[in-house]
């Protein structure tokens, strides 16, 4: 079964940084989308980021500037790198992938982001 892993949350100081990853167990082919989503206690879970197969990208208000998400299609691997962390970014951080083909659409476990003030 197909699965998406995730690593590199942890926790941080407010104004830390931290880089999450999240790579593909086998091949998914047809990903026309990879993008992270993320959940607070007691919140929605919310769009942060996405990038498109032609390296287009979107970022939630709340992170521009601040985020940065990238891919390395050599190693289908998609990564989130945040700087000047807040404890408002402290969720637990999901990517996914969209494809054409069904399923069409796979999700991470989940990595925790805590932000400490």
């Known amino acids: 079964q197909v699965q998406l892993v995730e690593s590199g949350g942890g926790l941080v100081q407010s104004g830390g940084s931290l880089r999450l990853s999240c790579t593909v167990s086998e091949p998914i082919f047809s990903i026309y989308v990879w993008g992270w989503y993320r959940q607070a206690p007691g919140k929605q879970r919310e769009l942060v980021a996405f990038?498109?197969?032609?390296?287009?990208?979107h970022y939630e208000d709340a992170v521009k500037g601040r985020f940065t998400i990238s891919r390395d299609s050599a190693k289908d691997t998609v990564f989130l790198d945040m700087k000047n962390l807040k404890p408002e970014d402290t969720a637990v951080y999901y990517c996914?992938?969209?494809?054409?083909?069904?399923?069409?659409?796979?999700w991470g476990q989940g990595t925790q982001v805590t932000v400490s003030s």
């Open positions: 996914y992938v969209d494809r054409s083909q069904l399923p069409n659409r796979y």
């Open positions: 990038i498109t197969d032609a390296l287009n990208t």
